[in-house]
């Protein structure tokens, strides 16, 4: 019940781009804010972008004007445009949904499975 699957990762150039995407599966009535975090190598779990319901967002303060997160409601599912890659930016991407509602249970925060993002120079 409301599990986030991911897609979209995979190697790239540094300079190129990748598009993320996860979707909310399951009978889901709502879901509060969605987003993407991170986690590079030997580092802890990052912000990298989150959106509201309303469709208000909030990006790390290193990749605004790079990222551009964005949510389909209807399909329950948030997107990553990701542009302008560096090596910074290889890590493993997290979605993210928070105050998932289902008519089984309410959720405070689902987590996808991670999907793995490497840049190359």
């Known amino acids: 019940q409301a599990q986030l699957e991911e897609s979209g990762g995979g190697l790239v150039q540094a300079g190129g781009s990748l598009r993320l995407s996860c979707a909310a599966r399951?009978?889901?009535?709502?879901?509060?804010?969605m987003g993407w975090y991170r986690q590079a190598p030997g580092k802890q779990r990052e912000l990298v972008a989150v959106?509201?319901?309303?469709?208000?967002?909030n990006y790390a303060d290193s990749v605004k004007g790079r990222f551009t997160i964005s949510r389909d409601n209807a399909e329950n599912t948030v997107y990553l445009q990701m542009n302008s890659l560096s090596k910074e930016d290889t890590a493993v991407y997290y979605c993210y949904a928070k105050s998932v509602t289902t008519p089984v249970r309410n959720y405070p925060e689902r987590w996808g499975q991670g999907t793995l993002v490497t840049v190359s120079s």
């Open positions: 399951g009978s889901i009535f709502t879901i509060n804010a």
């Open positions: 959106v509201s319901s309303g469709g208000s967002t």
